[in-house]
């Protein structure tokens, strides 16, 4: 489509009529003005016909024709007819076909005077289609005059001795007629001024509407506008219709400056006037200053519940409590807790001597521990639940208790007593010290066989029980066990070691003191749904295995006991987490050789490991560098704390740990090929899709078995999972503290703590909501990653473009040569409602039946290679093409093979345009990655200049 051309006429021969009054010279010879009748009205035309009397030299003249100002450029068009000599008997050589047009510059009228030498050639005019008697063609000829810079001009027209009729003279310009395009105005424009091809002209915006830069279009020889550049867009309050800015509607609003249309008010608003650019909030409502416009206003956040106090040790308390019934909408919420002291009716503020761990206020989590208080004293806490929008309100949603600080150890165990005993189970009991908290006790109970102790291989098998008897079935006959009972705090903590016990089942056949079956049965009730099972492998290379132990009871399938991770901080002293989950190595057996990485705490080695009596394994090293503090010894330990409770082929295996040394250490399988991320990137195009499909259903199958134990990893990305040399990939990079201070991607956000913004969901951005979804998300980036070969997510934007984009539902597109199932199940992946987000295990079951059924990846998801190779790639950064051959191929990452192209005197983009595909690979370009890279990147920028060469608005 283009934008039209108005044609502006000077002068018109027909609509003069009698009146042209043309000059003719010869004046009685030569052209003379005949007048026909056609369809019963008059017409005037010029004709010439003095073929039979040999050479001529007839002229005729236009009046003066006014130039305008602009107009430098004019078009004539003519109507004529032109006969055949042949039509004529006895016609001399000198017959003419043809006739010349002149024109001649003049600042005023000169009238008669006429000087053929003041004439310039502008054309000969020759018929496209001759005329015999009778039977006339009527020709119609457009000619251009250009460069005219006077006042006006005289046009004029030479028979050399032909026979011609001038049926019709047309003069006129082209201009771009005025126009309104993209909410900015654009002034009529004469077009061809100066000859410039495109005449570039500025356009004004619209009233209340603005642009970054000033909007420009481009006006051609035919008056044809194109190429628009920069845009209007309307104000805040403002929405663009029919290319004027409106104010909103009532009950609209716009915030910003954007091509968007107005948005309804959100919830808890009220009614907006006309032109609002937002929606202010109902009574008792607010929005938070962190809340965009366009989010609805919440309420406060009703007073916490049931808040209740735990001592941990004497003077020490942990206080609990349950969220808000009400939250006013919001996930932001937090509490502080503030604490008076009461004495004979009167109170007063705590002081100083009293601490709250880890602070009164800005608490996330519903608990605090409280260090300090005398034995004895009343002390009353009270806790407030706050939101982002607590600070608009001075009421307060509060709750308060008020505890005296007795001795309220939590209860001891004091012995397990052996309460019946058979071929394949043990019953037991226990005696506990004297309770002092309100809540039941909990226990948790480990039991091992005891020659396994000196084995290559123990298998703890630990419950979590609610009363002080249990019975333990599917036993191995005549065969010793070893218990350890330990009381729970109402956290879950275990309050010390406890003792061990030893207790043996009978020999087959033999008859003890049974239980009937069912009691086994009712035993059951008392586990809790959360009992783990916990392997502890001495032997490396050793899976997780299951012995006969590991059914506990014979009881149904809803009842097999489901492994939780174990958060180390629930632990008072992390040092046993570390002691519980991972085995300690001597360093004299630890051999590095060296440097492969550099973590958060220190260098990263490769280097051997050797426990006597074990064939010496390749492993990985991660030191803590000297000059430590406790407190990143010990964040530093608790990846191990948690690592060692995994046992999965995707998740990095844990070795062991140096703790009882200077230098503390975190052995872990080697893996060969190091991060994901660097190792597609060097294998650009090397890996087959089927093979890239079975990295992602392993990375799948690792986060499955995280997301079952209700780990949240928060930094799943390519760079935290690694390679080793059959290319199996395992999900790494734990630890507490690792949120996310060691990845160079974490970004601080408004809501305080770091975030690697491309790889997080929205909602964990938004408000912190890590949970087995939002790794979902982050999986799905993976997979991009992995298919689009190790490629930026995002590419170069930054990260607030990135945010903008998903909130305006833009996702990343698909990847080159990306099976269209991967890919939607990546876009699936990036649904923006977490509920609706596939779960892991949907996930290694769909990645699972794809490499089941190899067929189902040749349906590949459609690639644009403009947006997919990064928009770079068809123009440099600045939208222009590029200048040469290696500024293209750096920005397609494929600079290696700039000598490749120089070698085949490839030098210039316009010869990069003109190869094909067995041109690119005949100049060396194998890799079948690389070669599709450079071939659709020369296509897409054909097609961006063929776009640009039919620009058309
Ligand atoms: P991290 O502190 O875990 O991020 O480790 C830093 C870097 O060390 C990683 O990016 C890897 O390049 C390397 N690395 C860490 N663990 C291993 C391992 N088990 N095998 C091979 N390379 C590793």
Redesign the pocket.
């Known amino acids: 489509m283009s934008l039209q051309t108005k044609e502006e006429v000077l002068l018109d021969m027909r609509a003069a009529g009698s009146e042209l009054g043309w000059l003719c010279s010869p004046q009685e010879e030569g052209w003379e003005l005949l007048q026909t009748v056609v369809n019963g009205s008059l017409f005037y035309t010029y004709s010439v016909c003095s073929v039979l009397k040999g050479e001529q030299d007839n002229w005729l003249r236009t009046t003066f024709i006014q130039r305008r100002p602009a107009a430098s450029r004019i078009f004539v068009e003519l109507q004529f007819i032109v006969r055949d000599c042949n039509s004529f008997d006895g016609a001399p050589l000198s017959c003419k076909e043809t006739f010349n047009m002149y024109a001649a510059e003049a600042d005023a009228d000169v009238g008669t005077s006429f000087r053929k030498g003041h004439f310039r050639k502008v054309a000969t005019v020759a018929p496209d289609e001759i005329s015999v008697r009778g039977d006339l063609k009527v020709n119609i000829e457009t000619k251009v005059v250009e460069a005219l810079s006077r006042k006006g001009f005289y046009l004029a027209f030479q028979d050399l001795g032909g026979c011609v009729a001038l049926l019709s003279v047309r003069v006129y310009y082209k201009s771009c007629p005025a126009i309104v395009l993209g909410l900015a105005a654009f002034p009529d424009t004469v077009a061809g001024v100066d000859s410039v091809a495109l005449r570039e002209v500025s356009g004004q915006c619209v009233s209340n509407a603005v642009s970054m830069e000033t909007p420009r279009m481009h006006c051609t020889l035919e008056g044809e506008w194109v190429v628009p550049v920069g845009q209007c867009q309307c104000q805040p309050g403002f929405e663009a219709v029919n290319q004027t800015c409106q104010a909103c509607q009532p009950g609209f609003f716009k915030a910003s400056v954007s091509s968007e249309l107005c948005d309804q008010c959100p919830a808890n608003t009220q009614r907006s006037l006309p032109g609002a650019q937002s929606c202010p909030c109902k009574e008792g409502f607010y929005r938070s200053p962190e809340d965009p416009q366009s989010a609805g206003c919440s309420g406060l956040p009703s007073a916490p519940r049931d808040v209740y106090a735990t001592s941990i040790t004497v003077g020490k308390l942990r206080l609990s409590w349950q969220p808000p019934l009400d939250t006013g909408g919001r996930d932001d919420m937090s509490y502080s807790v503030s604490c008076e002291r009461c004495e004979a009716a009167a109170c007063q503020p705590c002081g100083e001597e009293l601490r709250f761990e880890p602070h009164s206020s800005d608490l996330r989590e519903t608990r605090v521990t409280v260090v300090g208080l005398e034995l004895g004293l009343n002390y009353t806490f009270t806790v407030e639940a706050r939101s982002g929008v607590s600070q608009f309100s001075s009421s307060r949603a509060t709750a308060s208790l008020t505890t005296a600080v007795l001795h309220t150890d939590p209860p001891r165990v004091m012995l397990i007593r052996l309460e019946k005993q058979t071929a394949t189970s043990l019953t037991l009991s226990w005696a506990v010290s004297q309770r002092t908290s309100r809540h039941a006790p909990r226990y948790e109970l480990t039991y091992r066989k005891k020659d396994e102790g000196t084995t290559d291989i123990t298998t703890y098998t630990v419950l979590v029980l609610e009363k002080n008897m249990v019975q333990i079935s599917d036993l191995t006959p005549a065969t010793t066990y070893v218990f350890r009972v330990t009381a729970l705090s109402h956290e879950g903590t275990p309050n010390g070691e406890g003792k061990e016990h030893e207790f043996e089942t009978l020999p087959q056949g033999q008859c003890g003191d049974q239980s009937p079956a069912v009691a086994g049965g009712l035993w059951v009730l008392f586990v809790l749904p959360h009992c783990r099972t916990v392997y502890r492998s001495k032997r490396r290379g050793s899976r997780a295995r299951r012995g006969p132990e590991d059914t506990y009871f014979s009881s149904p399938e809803q009842l097999k006991p489901l492994k939780t991770y174990v958060d180390p901080h629930t632990y008072e002293d992390p040092n046993a987490a570390v002691l519980k989950f991972a085995t300690e190595i001597h360093p004299s057996h630890i051999t590095k050789q060296k440097v492969?990485?550099?973590?958060?705490?220190g260098e990263?080695y490769?280097g051997t490991l050797k426990v006597p009596g074990r064939k010496e394994t390749m492993?990985?090293i991660?030191t803590l560098k000297p000059g430590y503090t406790e407190k990143q010894r010990r964040e530093f330990l608790s990846?191990a704390s948690i690592m060692g409770q995994f046992s999965h082929p995707n998740i990095?295996r844990l070795e062991g740990v140096v703790t009882k040394f200077k230098h503390a250490m975190i052995v872990?399988?080697?893996?060969?090929?190091?991060?994901l991320d660097?190792y597609l990137r060097a294998h650009d195009g090397e890996v087959s899709c089927y093979q890239l499909v079975g990295m992602l259903h392993g990375i799948a199958a690792g986060m499955k078995y995280l997301s079952d134990m209700n780990y949240v990893h928060r930094d799943l990305a390519a760079?935290?999972i690694?390679v080793?040399g059959s290319l199996e990939c395992?999900v790494?990079?734990f630890g507490l503290s690792?949120v996310l201070e060691?990845?160079p991607e974490g970004t601080y956000t408004t809501s305080g703590g770091k975030i690697p913004i491309r790889w997080t969901a929205p909602e964990a951005i938004a408000y912190r909501k890590f949970t087995s979804a939002s790794d979902v998300w982050s999986f799905g980036i993976v997979m991009w990653e992995v298919m689009a070969f190790g490629e930026r997510p995002y590419w170069d934007m930054s990260n607030h473009e990135v945010m903008k984009a998903i909130n305006e539902e833009f996702r990343l597109p698909a990847p080159m040569d990306c099976p269209s199932a991967v890919y939607q199940l990546m876009l699936q992946c990036w649904l923006q409602d977490r509920s609706k987000r596939p779960r892991f295990t949907d996930i290694v079951s769909l990645l699972d039946k794809l490499l089941r059924n190899p067929e189902s990846l040749k349906t590949i998801a459609d690639f644009d290679p403009r947006v997919s190779i990064r928009l770079p790639s068809t123009s440099g950064s600045d939208g222009s093409p590029f200048r040469s051959v290696a500024e293209w191929l750096e920005s397609i990452k494929m600079s290696q093979y700039l000598e490749n192209f120089s070698h085949a005197g490839i030098v210039t983009m316009e010869q990069v345009l003109q190869m094909k595909t067995e041109d690119v690979r005949n100049i060396g370009v194998r890799l079948p990655g690389h070669l599709k890279r450079i071939v659709y990147s020369i296509l897409g920028l054909k097609d961006q200049i063929s776009t640009l060469s039919v620009f058309a608005v």
């Open positions: 492969i990485g550099a973590g958060e705490f990263v490769c492993v990985a991660k990846e990095i872990t399988e080697y893996m060969e090929n190091g991060a660097k760079r935290n690694l080793n395992k790494s990079d690792r060691d990845d």
